[in-house]
């Protein structure tokens, strides 16, 4: 299937898809004979599991180190871990990705404590009228 009809049944746009396989995501997809790109339903499994984890908050860098394994992926089941298929040697991305959503959550918590404070000991407005 040609760009647009991949991207389309892929839920993106093909400026996405150039992106992907511009930043090693995506392979180089084979060309017509006129040069234009022909994608396959493979190609367009994997461009929704790229979208699935960039939603998950991951970093197309993040995808870049892994993306080797991009195809063991099969929409939201992974391979069991140690079993046929699985990552030989996982490259930490999610743990390190997950220790940076944490440390956000705290940095943010801590910041709506103190927001929270100050509100909490401020005077309470004065009403006026009925």
Do not use: H, K, W
């Not at 599991?49 to 939603?55: D, N, S, W």
């Not at 929409?75 to 490259?91: I, N, V």
């Not at 959550?105 to 407005?125: E, Q």
């Amino acid at each position: 299937m040609r760009i647009g009809d991949a991207a389309a049944a892929a839920g993106t746009t093909p400026r996405a898809l150039r992106f992907y396989e511009q930043n090693g995501l995506l392979p180089p997809p084979r060309r017509t004979a006129t040069g234009q790109r022909e994608y396959t339903e493979r190609e367009v499994a994997r461009v929704r599991v790229i979208r699935g984890l960039l939603a998950l908050g991951l970093s197309v860098a993040d995808l870049r180190e892994c993306r080797d394994r991009l195809d063991l992926l099969d929409g939201d089941a992974l391979p069991p871990y140690g079993g046929p298929g699985a990552c030989a040697r996982p490259s930490g991305v999610a743990d390190r990705r997950l220790a940076a959503l944490d440390d956000e959550i705290a940095r943010l918590t801590r910041l709506r404590d103190r927001l929270a404070a100050r509100i909490d000991t401020r005077t309470p407005p004065v009403r006026t009228g009925p």
